[in-house]
T-cell receptor, first 117, second 113 residues
Framework: AQKITQTQPGMFVQEKEAVTLDCTYDTSDQSYGLFWYKQPSSGEMIFLIYQGSYDEQNATEGRYSLNFQKARKSANLVISASQLGDSAMYFCAMREIPPGSARQLTFGSGTQLTVLP | EAGVAQSPRYKIIEKRQSVAFWCNPISGHATLYWYQQILGQGPKLLIQFQNNGVVDDSQLPKDRFSAERLKGVDSTLKIQPAKLEDSAVYLC???????????FGSGTRLTVV
């Protein structure tokens, strides 16, 4: 069974600074995908970034990058140059990839990020 | 393209009453998911449909929850009778066959009093 662990219930960061949100995962599959979502107070889940288990390079999307360490089973999200609008709940999630596998996402418990002016 | 539509946006009911939520996925998305998100927690999968067939409903409390997806398009999730612990946001999502094409709706926030 897949499991996602986010050990930081809450984080604070000063505006314009970088912040790292931690995520570790557990799976017996060799092929899997890792996701980060942002959930503002309005409730919608916004896709931020994706990393495949066989991707050799860390994924980047604008100010978001994923620090993928396969041997350690960690997939930390790095947000550079934080903005006030980044204040939200952030979820790490995983799904299986092999054909025939269920494609559902398994989520961690989330990290509430607050950006301070 | 239009997003995943959910209604109602908010619902308040008394315990032991029944309630239904509706979801219309993105056109062409064969897979539809219902997630339950209790305050302060990550979303938990309740049921997954592929077209109008159930792929996984192992975490659906079947004594009180039911879901259907007629004609492989929109879906309804019902709770009967509701309990206090059912208070949560119910998220609907749909996806294509590609690796990361998930789209979530805005959710229905249910409060059971």
């Amino acid at each position: 069974a897949q499991k996602i662990t986010q050990t930081q219930p809450g984080m604070f960061v000063q505006e314009k600074e970088a912040v790292t949100l931690d995520c570790t995962y557990d799976t017996s599959d060799q092929s899997y995908g890792l996701f980060w979502y942002k959930q503002p107070s309005s409730g919608e889940m916004i896709f931020l970034i994706y990393q495949g288990s066989y991707d050799e390079q860390n994924a980047t999307e604008g100010r978001y990058s994923l620090n993928f360490q396969k041997a350690r089973k960690s997939a930390n999200l790095v947000i550079s140059a934080s903005q006030l609008g980044d204040s939200a709940m952030y979820f790490c999630a995983m799904r299986e990839i092999p054909p025939g596998s269920a494609r559902q996402l398994t989520f961690g418990s989330g990290t509430q990020l607050t950006v301070l002016p | 393209e239009a997003g995943v539509a959910q209604s109602p946006r908010y619902k308040i009911i008394e315990k032991r009453q029944s309630v239904a939520f509706w979801c219309n996925p993105i056109s062409g998305h064969a897979t539809l998911y219902w997630y339950q998100q209790i305050l302060g927690q990550g979303p938990k999968l309740l049921i997954q449909f592929q077209n109008n067939g159930v792929v996984d409903d192992s975490q659906l409390p079947k004594d009180r929850f039911s879901a259907e997806r007629l004609k492989g398009v929109d879906s309804t999730l019902k709770i009967q009778p509701a309990k206090l612990e059912d208070s949560a946001v119910y998220l609907c999502a749909s996806s294509l066959e590609d690796l990361y094409g998930y789209t979530f709706g805005s959710g229905t926030r249910l409060t059971v009093v």
